[in-house]
């Protein structure tokens, strides 16, 4: 790879370089426009920002997004309409909904969570992800990115939420005791208790991963980073906002 990109590097124009990208395989490929993609936004977080993240960063999130890429195209080769049951759905009243999601990386027992806030309207109140050092389970990563949506929500101030997770066992494990005696039984009793000490009321139900999406790309962009708590009150990273949007469209 260090070959191939010193030698895209010596090209004077645009023309040459997409040529090259075309040739490649289509592992390759992907990869080469996620670094593009991924460098491009950081530049641009630079000049707002200046902050610098380190090349090992903006290759391991390029990497990461080149596998996802890859997936979704494999899974994908017939675009199918999205079902009406297989949206996002707004919360009813006052009450505020959180999706959230969490990341397992089996080969390196580490992970990510990510949660994301909205409310009747379809408006982001709220957002975070993480990275996680070490998890032992793809339960765990769900639990912990949990801990965290209840923990910045109450910090936040909300007083009435819905929380919503693609995970059936984390739903099952919040809204009564059967699995406490499991290895992450600890961390399902200190959510529920934190629930009731800290809300006015809440609600914990399952949804399916299609109406979870911003949640998962949350989960993802908390694996790729290094910090293990990124909050971002009243709104979502530039990333997560094209899936947000989709997300809160009405269907026509």
Known sequence: MEELCDRMSTYENAQ???QEILLLNDEKKVLILCLLWR???QRNKRSREGKNVPAEII???ARYWAVESLQYCRKETIPAAPSPSCRWRKPIGESLK???DGAYL???RQGGWGFIVRDQYGEVRGSGAGRINYVASALQAEALACMEAVHASAAWGMGCIELESDSTILVSALNNSQYDLMPEGVIFRDIRIFLQLNF???KVSHVARCCNKAAHMLAAFGSSHNEVRLLWPEYVPDDINVVVASESAEPV
């Open 39 to 41: 460098w491009w936004l």
């Open 59 to 61: 290759l391991r999130q």
């Open 200 to 202: 006015i009321s809440f």
């Open 98 to 100: 959180i999706n959230l």
């Open 106 to 108: 089996s080969e390196t």
């Open 16 to 18: 040459a370089l997409v």
